[in-house]
């Protein structure tokens, strides 16, 4: 398993999986089969596929740990940066048909309707992750500062989920399983804090209080 993990060939093959919506999408736009509304099409399936790529970056940490499969981390960014790459495209859907790429109105629109509200701040706080996902900028900020940054992730996460759950109309059977899934993946991580920190604990009891003496 380590060696198709650590495979070069492994990263590319993934990377050509996360692309296959793309394509999907691509080909029904030239097939014309994007049903009776393409516009909203268009919309749900970058929405779906921004939901579900942002899912599969938060199962790594997880599945890192449980599966005993550290090597799963390598590719974790290139999961998150194509949660960003969907919601741009997911985000020009609603900007170029919706809004006809008038700033003022999406302002008008972000402030009016709570549904967009959520999915806007959710794009927003994606996009320092995006920019800081680099090497250079995981030194210039440092490992501790890096992290807590990209802890973001988790709100983008819940407030994906509350967007979805706010604009369905009557099933919602979709948002709420979404919902459960990212409720497990934060609740596990939140576990996992407790008991560190429970773990730590006596350690910091008995540790040896440095007196004015040295
Ligand atoms: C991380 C951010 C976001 C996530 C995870 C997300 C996810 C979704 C999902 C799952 C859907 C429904 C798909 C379906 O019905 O199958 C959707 C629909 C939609 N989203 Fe987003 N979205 C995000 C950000 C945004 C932003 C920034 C905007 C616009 C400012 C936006 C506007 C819309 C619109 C207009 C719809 C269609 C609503 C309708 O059909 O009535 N979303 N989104």
């Known amino acids: 398993m380590r060696v198709l993990l650590t495979s070069k060939w492994t990263k590319v093959a993934v990377f050509f999986l996360c692309l296959v919506p793309l394509g999907e999408l691509l080909w029904r736009i030239i097939k014309s089969e994007l049903g009776a509304n393409p516009v909203e099409f268009l919309q749900h399936a970058t929405g779906d596929w921004t939901l579900r790529f942002l899912v599969f970056t938060l199962c790594i940490t997880p599945f890192r740990k449980l599966f005993k499969l550290p090597d799963l981390i390598r590719f974790r960014r290139m999961?998150?940066?194509?949660?960003?790459?969907?919601v741009c495209l997911h985000f020009l859907t609603y900007l170029g048909p919706d809004q006809s790429f008038d700033l003022s109105a999406m302002w008008k629109d972000v402030a009016k309707r709570p549904f967009i509200t959520v999915g806007f701040a959710a794009f927003v706080s994606l996009i320092p992750l995006a920019i800081t996902s680099t090497a250079g900028w995981i030194r210039r900020l440092g490992g501790k500062r890096w992290q807590m940054l990209h802890r973001s992730i988790y709100f983008a996460a819940v407030c994906g989920v509350i967007h979805y759950y706010w604009l369905v109309k009557s099933d919602v059977r979709k948002p709420l399983f979404y919902g459960a899934l990212v409720a497990i993946l934060l609740l596990w991580r939140l576990a996992g804090w407790f008991s560190r920190r429970r773990s730590q604990a006596p350690v910091r009891a008995s540790?040896?209080?440095?007196?004015?003496?040295?």
């Not at 999961?79 to 969907?86: K, T």
């Not at 540790?207 to 040295?214: E, F, K, L, Q, R």
């Open 79 to 86: 999961l998150g940066l194509f949660a960003f790459f969907y």
């Open 207 to 214: 540790a040896p209080t440095v007196s004015m003496n040295g």
